[in-house]
Nanobody
Framework: QVQLVESGGGSVQPGGSLRLSCAAS????????MGWFRQAPGNEREGVAS????????SYADSVKGRFTISQDKSKNTVYLQMNSLKPEDTAMYYC?????????????????WGQGTQVTVSS
């Protein structure tokens, strides 16, 4: 069982930045996919970014490429999402997730583990 706790959400003006953190209760002994998903009211949940723990693989949704960066600090069992040049359409509840299988978010993975979510609001 992996428990995930997010932090770092909040309100920011368009063009601003936020960094989300996701602390995992433990990393599994083998590599696992971890990533961020988001859901805005009335929309389906979508994958934003992912990586494989201990490895170099990362993936991004087309809508955030060049603006968001996912990274990890394995010594802290923590995954980060640096969000720059935020837009109003980035407003959503952001969830950290972990799963086994394909890490690429464009393949619409089904995570086994979820955090409680953190709200990001981009508004002037």
């Amino acid at each position: 069982q992996v428990q995930l706790v997010e932090s770092g959400g909040g309100s920011v003006q368009p063009g601003g930045s936020l960094r989300l953190s996701c602390a995992a209760s433990r990393y599994t002994s083998s590599s696992i996919c971890m990533g961020w998903f988001r859901q805005a009211p009335g929309n389906e949940r979508e994958g934003v970014a992912s990586l494989i723990t201990g490895g170099d693989f990362t993936s991004y949704a087309d809508s955030v490429k060049g603006r968001f960066t996912i990274s990890q600090d394995k010594s802290k069992n923590t995954v980060y999402l640096q969000m720059n040049s935020l837009k109003p359409e980035d407003t959503a509840m952001y969830y950290c997730a972990a799963w086994h299988g394909y890490c690429e978010v464009l393949l619409r993975p089904t995570p086994q583990y979820w955090g409680q979510g953190t709200q990001v609001t981009v508004s002037s």
